[in-house]
Nanobody, 116 residues
Framework: QVQLVESGGGLVQPGGSLRLSCAASGMRFSIYAMNWYRQAPGKQREWVAQITSSGSTNYADSVKGRFTISRDNNKNTVYLQMSNLKPEDTAVYYC??????????WGQGTQVTVSS
């Protein structure tokens, strides 16, 4: 059974940094791409960043240059380093892995609040 567990969210002031983690289990972590999404209150869930199995990365324009996605295949964990945070980054952040016919899996989310 695939499980994704996010952690690392919290309250941070504008301009601050946070690192989110997503620990995966029940899957061959190293062979799948991993995504981060976020959902702000009253808005649709939006894609934030992706890292492929080979380590290639892609970012939404809204976070490019401020967020960095990375993975540690030895720890079955994907990270999202967030810097220069803005109030509009406030959202619940979700880890996701699309596994084709095996399914599309999501974590439970972790709250990030950017406020002074």
């Amino acid at each position: 059974q695939v499980q994704l567990v996010e952690s690392g969210g919290g309250l941070v002031q504008p301009g601050g940094s946070l690192r989110l983690s997503c620990a995966a289990s029940g899957m061959r972590f190293s062979i799948y791409a991993m995504n981060w999404y976020r959902q702000a209150p009253g808005k649709q869930r939006e894609w934030v960043a992706q890292i492929t199995s080979s380590g290639s990365t892609n970012y939404a324009d809204s976070v490019k240059g401020r967020f960095t996605i990375s993975r540690d295949n030895n720890k079955n964990t994907v990270y999202l380093q967030m810097s220069n945070l803005k109030p509009e980054d406030t959202a619940v952040y979700y880890c996701n892995t699309p596994m084709g016919l095996l399914g599309n899996y999501w974590g439970q989310g972790t709250q990030v609040t950017v406020s002074s």
